[in-house]
């Protein structure tokens, strides 16, 4: 895996975005992607996607995801980064999510009221996470 250099786009049918090795935010803004149309912001601090100008992600530090598939149920993707880092997800307000990170459950989680799901990874430069969250 390795950063996205276009900042954001679609390989295999899901989506790739962020930047972690940017010393400067950097945007990109309209792409388009199943009919939504999407909006990046990374650099080395953060990485936050939106679609049709709801939140959906947001890693601090910045990180790369690759093959980032959303559903009602179930969210997946890989993760890169040169530091752990902590990530928010938009969801469902109110559900309970069963949260595996490499192949390891870290335990099921509740939104808040705001939909928020909050996860810490661990990441090591050149290795990257598989995340898959799965609503219970």
């Known amino acids: 895996m390795a950063v996205v250099t276009?900042?954001?786009?679609?390989?295999?049918?899901?989506?790739c975005f962020g930047n972690y090795e940017l010393a400067s935010k950097t945007k990109f803004d309209g792409f388009d992607f199943k009919g939504d149309k999407y909006k990046i912001?990374?650099?080395?601090?953060?990485?936050?996607?939106?679609?049709?100008?709801?939140?959906?992600?947001?890693?601090?530090?910045?990180?790369?995801?690759?093959?980032?598939?959303?559903?009602?149920?179930?969210?997946?993707?890989?993760?890169?980064?040169?530091?752990?880092?902590?990530i928010t997800l938009e969801l469902e307000a109110g559900q309970e999510?069963?949260?595996?990170?490499?192949?390891?459950s870290a335990g099921s989680v509740k939104t808040n009221l705001g939909g928020k799901l909050n996860l810490s990874v661990e990441l090591n430069p050149g290795q990257s996470s598989t995340i898959r969250i799965e609503k219970q």
């Not at 900042?7 to 295999?12: H, V």
């Open 41 to 86: 912001k990374t650099f080395n601090e953060i990485t936050k996607l939106e679609k049709n100008g709801s939140f959906v992600y947001e890693s601090v530090p910045g990180t790369a995801v690759h093959g980032f598939k959303a559903t009602d149920s179930l969210v997946e993707f890989e993760v890169e980064g040169l530091e752990d880092s902590q």
């Open 97 to 104: 999510y069963l949260t595996v990170i490499d192949g390891n």
């Open 6 to 15: 276009e900042l954001i786009k679609e390989e295999n049918g899901a989506l």
